[in-house]
């Protein structure tokens, strides 16, 4: 399934972060309104779903503000109600309770678990395993609580920030039940769910990306060969 390099990097809405301004699960593929045409045929092409554009809380940050997985979404508490209206038809939607609102960087999940900042409540937590129908665990990878930004999980494999400890890598690996892999994304950042959209179809990476990055990704998360 390996791919041209320069065929899987690119911008959203003017940015390699692609982490950042949207978000993806098997199932659906958000994204900013002021997504190119370039990148939402890039994006369909990869991750095999039809881009919806929309903001959240106003914004295009929407990749920092939502997570979801097969099941539902986790958004913003500042989320308006024609919002989460639009994203009716993608299965259970839920405000993130409490004062950390961020749910895009706090969460990280696929269709099974989900790892979350370790300073969420119990009723957060018990939120987010509602409504995305997964076990949840707090914790950090690499000493960061904003785990969200700092992996990237599918339902084959998860990429995670370099420097997660030993004890990290013990805990994702018996939550999640896959191959856990290093790596970095654009040219060296260790935050690499801000870099890289994935699901179990494929994957598209931030345009500074390089080619041994993406080697690195293709492989963890199961694209090799």
Known sequence: MQANGSDRRLKIAGSALLGVFATCTETALLVPPETGSRAMAALERHLGLAPLKTTVAGSSVLGSLVCGNSHGFVI???ASDEEMERLSSLGRRARLPGKISAAGNVILANDTAAIVHAGLSDRACESISRTLGVDVRRGTIGGLKTVGMTSVAT????????RISEA????????????????????GSPLVGSGILANGRGYVAGDETTGPELGRIEDALGFMG
Request: glycine share 10%; charged share 20%; proline share 10%.
């Open 155 to 162: 339902n084959r494999g998860i990429l995670v920030h370099p």
């Open 168 to 187: 990290e890598l013990a805990e994702v690996e018996e939550l999640f039940g896959l191959p856990v892999d290093v790596g970095t994304v654009n040219f």
């Open 76 to 78: 913003t508490p500042h």
